[in-house]
């Protein structure tokens, strides 16, 4: 499964009813666009630690508010 | 066999609306209600202090059952937001205040979220140690001394209250409550993020959200397995009403039906550690609950879980 999957699974897993439609370029909104909100992410970011065993900082946390955004970090960060 | 008998609480009238506050913090109205879950928190009135609490939550018991104060072996009041600046202690103030007798031990527990379960098992274990037949523990925790009004991260989610639960002996088809199952835990090194340290409480909300969904379904699970129970088993998981959306979280890691998990929240907000006793207060009499666990967690960081049963 790609990192992007992963993200948008997790995302979906964390935030009941969400949709994230790559056609319609949802990976590219912010999460404000797309109904998530603060404590949604920290909910992600939980998960994004715990399933992809990637623990990231309080201060990169509030750079990283769209899929595209986390999923470029993860993969620089797993290289 | 020291056991709980009754809980009585007073959450003070005034109340300030979150709805009415939102716009001002950058949060709209559906993260108030499907969030946080807090409509309006409650706020003591400006000639109420933490002792006065704790006299009107004893009234109130009063009504539920008659106690009286030279009867009474033991006070315990369970606060990190003490009477006056903490000298005498808040439970001195409350045993001088009800007139109690001089035979009568009285102490304060300074913990916050997680006190409830700390006070019932240090409560439970003190009289048991030394043969006493009428205990109080009082919680009582007005952090709206302690709040900054311009904080969006705490300003819209602490409410203030008090409660009073009796522990005494008890005995089998009594219908009181034997509280058992016991697990206390700390980690000190992360109490960065619930502190005081300028006179008003800051907090780090992602940490303590972390540490909520982390540490506590892995405490409870391992209660429940010491005890060898189950979630069918436990009829009502009575949390510390932090947030809804902590709620709901432990709701989802636990894996849990989700009306086994009441919540409160929505007039008075997070009331520290009188958050749990108001919830049970409400389950203590409905016959078709039988067992309960009660799991607080917070400021310390400090988290307890324990079990009660219906005898």
Sequence with gaps: MSTQAKVISIIMDVVIGVEIDESHGDTARPFTELGIDSLDVAGIFLEIKEKLGVSVADDKIDELDTVEKIVAYLDTTTD | MIGISEIASYVPRARLSNFDRADAFGMDEDFVRNKLGIHSVSRKGPNEDTASLCVEAFRTLNLKRTVSPGDVDLVIVCTQNPEGHGIPHTSAHVHGALEMADNCAAFDIGLGCSGYIYGIGVAKSFMEAQNLKMGLLFTADPYSKILDDTDRT??????????????????????????????????????????????????????????????????????????????????????????????????????????????????????????IPLLFENQLHDASICLVALSGFGVGLSWATCFARRL
């Design chain 2, 154 to 275: 705490t300003e819209m989610l602490f409410g203030d209250a008090a409660t009073v639960t009796i522990l005494e002996p008890v005995s089998p088809g009594s219908g009181a409550w034997q509280p058992f199952g016991f697990r206390f835990s700390t980690r000190g090194s992360e109490g960065a993020a619930l502190t005081n340290e300028t006179g008003y409480l800051r907090m780090n909300g992602r940490a303590v959200f972390n540490f909520s969904a982390t540490a506590v379904p892995e405490q409870i699970r391992q209660a429940m397995k010491a005890e060898s129970l189950t979630v069918d088993d436990v009829d009502r998981f009575l949390f510390h009403q932090g947030s809804k959306y902590i709620l709901d979280t432990l709701t989802r890691r636990l894996a849990l039906p989700p009306n086994k998990v009441p919540c409160n929240l929505s007039n008075q907000g997070n009331t520290v550690s009188s958050s």
